[in-house]
């Protein structure tokens, strides 16, 4: 099973970084939308269906180990509790709704989608990072025993 699991997080990281790459690396023929700002849609797809499952699974997972001992069941609800308590708390102190313009010329100006967008992002970004220190941190500590 911990197989399976670093194959898919291995997949999910390639995905995040061809989605990154895509965006940063791509050709801007004069600004036009054919550049960079065409790519920020795989982008934003992958990092929306990314948090979609990350929250399905931390629900799940959360359910399947209720029960099962007392610091599984306590880790799972601090998890899940203190990302939506985070994700509450960014929706009103960090999202911004400010009109944005399109590189076709649309204008993106309802509120709720912008702020939403935002806590989506900065969310991820929180999560990814934890996620990160939390995975460094078990490597360093099973390498020094």
Avoid at 57 to 84: C, D, E, H, I, P
Avoid at 97 to 109: N, P
Avoid at 113 to 120: A, C, G, P, R, Y
Avoid at 123 to 131: K, N, P, Q, W
């Amino acid at each position: 099973m911990k197989k399976l699991t670093n194959i898919v997080l291995y997949a999910l990281i390639a995905i995040a970084a061809v989605t990154v790459a895509m965006w940063l690396f791509s050709p801007n023929p004069g600004g036009t939308a054919g550049g960079p700002e065409a790519n920020v849609v795989p982008m934003l797809v992958a990092t929306a269906i990314m948090l979609g499952i990350g929250v399905v699974l931390l629900v799940g997972m959360t359910a399947m180990n209720m029960g099962k001992g007392r610091s599984n069941s306590k880790l799972g609800v601090f998890v899940f509790g203190g990302l939506a308590v985070l994700a509450v708390i960014i929706y009103f102190a960090i999202a911004k709704d400010i009109t944005v313009i399109g590189a076709d010329g649309k204008v993106f100006d309802n509120v709720f989608e912008l702020k939403i967008t935002d806590t989506m992002l900065y969310t991820c970004y929180v999560a990814l990072g934890i996620t990160v220190v939390a995975l460094l941190t078990g490597v360093i500590t099973k390498a020094i025993k």
